[in-house]
């Protein structure tokens, strides 16, 4: 899934555990200006350096996974959680950053002009 929206928070790095590392990302999306909802995107592991180059006013383009678990407490209630997992972040038009996000393709080849030996059909 993907959604296109404007930075409004960037977490830091948290060790949740030993093992464990998060950070969260909230998004500003206005499909209706008058009643703008903040989004908060979570991104785990390795996942949380995604984030490194973001900052608050930012226009970008989220791609996550949707996640829903089922935890029973100590009393036996049954509680359900939804997480939005950040697994990529595309910046879309931030100053500065259109230059070093464009990627880089190779001269077009001119095929204009032929070898005289050159014996094929087409």
């Known amino acids: 899934m993907e959604i296109k929206g404007k930075v409004y928070e960037v977490s830091p790095t948290v060790q949740v555990t030993e093992s464990l590392k998060k950070r969260e990302l909230i998004i500003e999306y206005i499909e209706n200006p008058q ?30 996974n949707l996640r829903g678990r089922k935890w029973t407490d100590k009393m036996g209630k049954v509680v359900y959680f939804n997480t939005l997992q950040l697994w990529r972040i595309n910046p879309l038009g931030a100053a500065g950053s259109t230059a070093a996000a464009a990627p880089a393709y190779a001269a077009p080849a001119d095929i204009s002009s032929t070898s005289a030996d050159d014996d094929l059909p087409f």
């Open 35 to 64: 009643y703008p909802e903040y989004i908060k995107f979570e991104a785990i592991q390795d996942r949380t350096a995604l984030i490194d180059n973001v900052k608050v006013g930012d226009d970008v383009e989220v791609f996550f």
